[in-house]
């Protein structure tokens, strides 16, 4: 009897493993919670890359309501008007972003590293997607 109880006690570990490593082998779809947003409302037209706002990292630093309660964004991909010069007036992004509760908005680079052209939406894959290489010059022959 106590055998069986043993092989059983083995195949519920055995069972919980496998459903462990199923649970993160399968791939899941991303929710915007835990995705990248690019934010393309403006930069292409003033020739610059668009944004990558990772909004996974401030997720699993803030609540929601601290950025959509009380800094005002809304939850929709590109539903903010959102210039550098409110973001310099403190305002979005510049709420934090203003050099003393975060880096400031002198690296452009920091955010505006988008492939030019990539709409505004949720990425539910990995930064390294969005981002465009390094830039070089062409070089004359």
């Not at 630093?61 to 310099?88: E, P, S």
């Not at 934090?96 to 452009?108: P, Q, Y």
Request: hydrophobic fraction near 45%; proline fraction near 5%.
């Amino acid at each position: 009897m106590s055998r069986v109880t043993k092989h059983s006690k083995w195949r519920l570990v055995l069972l919980g493993a496998i459903t462990w490593l199923a649970a993160f082998s399968i791939p899941q779809t991303a929710h915007a919670e835990y995705a990248d947003v690019v934010i393309n409302n403006y930069a292409d037209a003033a020739g610059i890359r668009p944004v990558v706002f990772p909004h996974w990292f401030h997720r699993i630093r803030f609540r929601c309501k601290v950025c959509h309660a009380d800094l005002g964004f809304q939850f929709k991909a590109g539903g903010n008007k959102i210039t550098m010069a409110k973001i310099i007036d403190g305002k979005f992004c510049g709420a934090c972003h203003n050099g003393e509760i975060a880096w400031s908005v002198e690296n452009c680079a920091m955010c505006h590293s988008a492939v030019p052209g990539t709409p505004t939406h949720f990425h539910g894959s990995t930064v390294q997607r969005l981002i465009a290489p390094a830039y070089k010059p062409v070089e004359k022959q």
